[in-house]
């Protein structure tokens, strides 16, 4: 057992939820790779909700709340990670939640929509019907009333590739991924360089705030965003916490 004591206790926590995802076929073997990687940005990012993040979930949640077709994409290290979470969002906003897998078995797609059900998931898109034009392997495959319409998608932990194809065709993508180098950070419409765990939490919170708003007050939450903006405060956030390491040893 891991006492709450420990000074990286939320860390380990999330390390033992990403390995019960692989024990029970709901997160690739690969997923533990992308954990490792996450965690090493989460260190260099101190561990904390950024400021310029806290303000890329506020953004995000008022572009949820505007959207007309909203969808959360689900893979194995979301499931493993913020299920529940993801399910509240889920209802917060009105956006069905849609599996949709980099290393795609029918067997771990079914694993993780029967994992959400038994968290109290009840708006899935289930089919997959229709495919992202222009992307080669398998996360190419979605639900035609899901993903593919969608005019915002919420893409947490994701691959570039088909970040570039979902803003290729014309829609608005959220994504949280803890580093701001990355393929998916530099082509997102909006990137939350934050840690999954500590993201839907703050963008639900935010949801909540701000349900009751009018559209245009919405719009203007959204408006004068600048993702590039966000990633240049995030990389000098890590280059202030390396300079300040500098000085500790
Ligand atoms: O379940 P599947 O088959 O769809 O596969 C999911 C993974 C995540 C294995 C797959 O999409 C993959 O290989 O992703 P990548 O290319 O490793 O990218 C994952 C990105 O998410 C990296 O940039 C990591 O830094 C980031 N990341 C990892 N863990 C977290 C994270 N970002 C936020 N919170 C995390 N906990």
């Keep these: 057992m891991i006492p709450k004591s420990h000074p990286r206790y939320e860390s380990l926590m999330a390390r033992e939820l990403i390995v019960e995802g692989v024990r029970k076929g709901i ?6 790779i992308a954990q490792g990687r996450g965690e090493a940005f989460d260190y260099l990012i101190g561990e904390k909700t950024t400021e310029s993040a806290l303000r890329a979930e506020k953004v995000a949640a008022a ?64 089919k997959n019907d229709a495919l992202i034009p222009g992307l080669e392997h398998d996360r190419a495959k979605v639900d035609r009333d899901g993903i593919f319409a ?12 088909r970040c570039k194809a979902l803003v290729g065709m014309g829609k608005t993508v959220i994504a949280i991924d803890l580093n701001p180098l990355s393929r998916t950070a530099q082509c997102a419409t909006i990137t939350i360089v934050d840690n999954i765990i500590r993201a839907v939490p703050n963008i ?19 408006m004068g965003y600048d993702n590039k903006q966000t990633l240049s405060l995030a990389i000098e956030e890590i280059n202030k916490n390396l300079i300040s390491f500098i000085g500790r040893s």
Excluded: C, W, Y
């Design 27 to 32: 997160t690739s073997t690969q997923g533990l």
């Design 63 to 126: 572009k949820l709340l505007l959207a007309k077709k909203p969808v959360i994409s689900v893979n194995g290290n979301a499931a493993a990670l913020v299920g529940f979470e993801l399910i509240r969002l889920s209802e917060l906003v009105n956006a069905p939640l849609e599996v949709n897998l980099f290393h795609r078995t029918e067997e771990r797609v079914n694993k993780i929509m029967g994992h959400l059900r038994s968290l109290g998931a009840k708006n899935l898109v289930t």
């Design 150 to 161: 969608a005019d915002v998608v919420l893409v947490p932990l994701e691959d570039g590739d």
């Design 204 to 222: 639900s919170k935010f949801a909540e705030e701000l349900k009751e708003l009018e559209q245009e007050q919405l719009k203007d939450i959204v």
